[in-house]
């Protein structure tokens, strides 16, 4: 089988591929299979039912990391019927971890910025496993000034492991790019969605995604480190890994239990991966309602908003409260 | 540099019962020349070698010290204090526990002290991380802390200084802390808008979430001697490119040489650097005398409208000297 499945869900991959094998069977051969189809078809749902009803905190983070789940372009792919991508910080370079550019949403002219990871050896070369530069938080703050001059509402999709630790990154001031950003962001007069689609790694994560409605997959994350990294510092070994997972409240009703986010999306049963198309069509009614709604709030009242929701983040002790 | 000596006048560190970060009996080992130094010597100089110039860590109250007119600090929000949303657990203890631990360790209510000042008369708001608090990690608390200095600076037209000392966000308060970093740099939005300045001093260390946010934005950043500043740490930049790390790396100094340090300032400058900075981004007294003459007449020159909504001026015997207010600081990086 391919070993782009994780370990929980070959068991429902191998009913499937089964099923499937008995479909063709019966297509070709002209035999009736139909009752042994139907009574594994119940096997497979109840099968999906048990495992995905009871995802454990690290499980949700494979999925988040998944490799055949959607990423930027796919959604872009899917929900925009025009994009026009644009490059470059107009500072250093241009940075592939990142993309944006043009997009027609449902009839809507959209500023569509978000990291993006490559599917194999080449393309993660190229994408650099969706790790940004500086140079990539530059562009996207130039493309969603570019979006606030012009009116035009802007959706960013969050999808990275953390911003790039390399020297070069340093260099050009990793810190001040992403610091620049979350200032910035807070201040651009358009409304801004954000859909976290698979992993929020920390800064690098939160550099795009300060916005109006911040919404979560239900298969996604978003973290301050990730779980091998806080493992390893706090547990003093990586394989803890899943123990951190869950104690780092990272999943979707996590956050939105912390009041951290506004919404979480449903996926498809089994995963964004398991039905992409069905996934983005889901989007679509999403992203149009929310910037209806936030397109019919006055721009000053919208950016109040905005800031209220940020300063009003965090939980402490107020001894004269 | 003539400066460098008159700044340090009226600057003492006093014997505070904070000053447990640093070594004990009458001699003392400088990390940096391996000399032995007298402490009665190192605490003239406000703990900086007078050998090698090595900047021996502060603690919060010492830093105030250094930074601020003796008896001017009022401490704020001391009321904000942590707690533990995500019943978090590590290998060893509870987060409730370490916190209440290290409160009584380090007589500190969390890991940055705010309150009001000034500083050559002139009234600022400050914040001050203390490293022995987790590291000066940035959760829930801290970040409302400098929130509402910000929003005090605001309120008050005052500038607003923040001394970073800090490993970055606190991770037993996972994604809560990192919304922080959002949180204190909203606020910097709305100071940016009001013109109300930002200075940041960047201390050994300061990274991670904090140098990502608001500690990046200041509308000047300074930063002190050797001072370890970057995003990521060195071992995981280490192993992230299987290298041998550049020589300083992430030194303040390697910093300003990327750009995006506008001056490091060795301690006993700071509050004279502080000054001049605070005269030319909030106007000075001679200033003040040469936008308003006594003719009838509209100004010619530029309106300064921070200075003018001040709704406390300072002092007018207090503020710089003709010779501080005019010598050159050799700003670096763009702003
Ligand atoms: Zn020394």
């Not at chain 2, 790390?245 to 040489?257: D, I």
Request: aromatic content about 6%; charged content about 25%.
């Amino acid at each position: 089988m391919n070993r782009d499945w994780l370990e929980f869900e070959r068991p429902i991959v191998e009913l499937e591929t089964k099923i499937g094998e008995l479909r063709d069977l019966a297509g070709t051969k002209g035999m009736d299979m139909t009752r042994e189809i139907e009574s594994l078809e119940r096997q497979a749902e109840k099968l999906r039912g048990d495992i995905y009803s009871k995802l454990t905190p690290w499980q949700r983070v494979q999925l988040a990391r998944h490799p055949r789940r959607p990423y930027t372009l796919d959604y872009i792919e899917a929900l925009c019927e025009e994009f026009t991508e644009l490059h470059g910080d107009r500072l250093f370079g241009d940075d592939r971890a990142i993309v944006g550019g043009m997009g027609l949403l449902a009839g809507r002219q959209v500023m569509v910025i978000g990291h993006q990871k490559g599917r194999n050896t080449k393309e993660n070369l190229l994408r650099n496993f969706g790790m940004p530069h500086p140079e990539g938080y530059r562009k996207a703050l130039r493309l969603m000034q570019l979006a606030g001059k012009f009116g035009r509402p802007i959706i960013t999709f969050i999808d990275t492991p953390g911003a790039y630790p390399g020297v070069d990154a340093e260099k050009r001031g990793q810190s001040e790019a992403i610091a620049r950003n979350l200032r910035e962001m807070v201040r651009i007069a358009v409304p801004i969605v954000v859909v976290v689609i698979g992993e929020g790694g920390s800064g690098g994560a939160l550099a795009l995604a300060v916005g109006d409605r911040v919404l979560m997959l239900e298969n996604s994350i978003y973290s301050v480190i990730s779980p091998e990294g806080c493992a390893a510092i706090l547990w003093g070994d990586r394989a803890e890994a899943p123990r951190a997972a869950e104690a780092l409240k990272l999943t979707a009703t996590d956050l939105d239990e912390l009041q951290l986010i506004d919404r979480v999306i449903q996926e498809p049963n089994g995963g964004a991966h398991r039905d992409p198309l069905a996934m983005a069509d889901v989007l679509r009614d999403v992203l149009g309602a929310e910037l209806e709604s936030l397109e019919r709030t006055p721009i000053d009242e919208l950016l109040e908003n905005r800031f209220q929701k940020y300063l009003h983040m965090g939980v402490f002790a107020d001894a004269e409260t | 540099m003539s400066w460098l000596h008159r700044a340090k006048k009226g600057v003492r560190i006093q014997r505070t019962a904070e000053k447990k970060e640093l070594p004990e009996g009458m001699w003392t080992k400088c990390p940096g020349c391996s000399d032995i130094v007298y402490r009665v010597e190192l605490d003239k100089n406000l703990w900086v070698c007078t050998r090698c110039s090595y900047h021996f860590p502060l603690n919060a109250h010492q830093y105030v010290d250094v930074l601020t007119d003796a008896g001017t600090f009022e401490e704020t929000f001391r009321n904000i204090t942590s707690l533990d949303p995500l019943n978090f657990r590590d290998a060893k203890e509870k987060y409730r526990i370490k916190l209440k631990k290290t409160m009584l360790r380090t007589n500190l209510t969390e890991a940055v002290l705010t309150g009001r000042a000034r500083l050559h008369g002139r009234p600022i708001v400050l914040g001050v991380f203390d490293f022995s608090f987790l590291g000066g990690s940035m959760g829930s608390a801290v970040g409302e802390k400098i929130a509402r200095a910000g929003l005090d600076a605001l309120e008050r037209h005052s500038p607003l200084i923040v001394l970073s000392r800090s490993g970055g966000a606190r991770m037993h308060e996972s994604v809560l802390s990192l919304m922080q970093m959002a949180k204190t740099s909203a606020v910097l939005a709305k100071l940016h808008e009001a013109r109300v300045p930002f200075i940041s001093v960047m201390s050994n260390p300061t990274t991670g979430g904090v140098s990502a946010s608001f500690a990046s934005l200041g509308d000047v950043n300074l930063a002190e001697p050797h001072a370890q500043i970057g995003f990521a740490g060195p071992r995981v930049i280490r192993e992230t490119i299987n290298q041998e790390l550049p020589p300083g790396f992430q030194t303040a100094e390697f910093v300003q040489e990327c750009g995006f340090v506008d001056l490091i300032v060795s301690r006993g400058e700071m509050r004279s650097v502080l000054h001049r900075l605070l005269c030319f981004l909030c106007g000075s007294e001679q200033e003040e005398k040469m936008l308003k003459p006594e003719v009838e007449e509209p100004p010619v020159a530029e309106e300064a409208p921070t200075r003018e909504a001040d709704p406390t001026p300072s002092p007018p015997d207090v503020l710089g000297t003709p010779d501080e207010t005019t010598r050159e600081i050799g700003l670096h990086g763009p702003a």
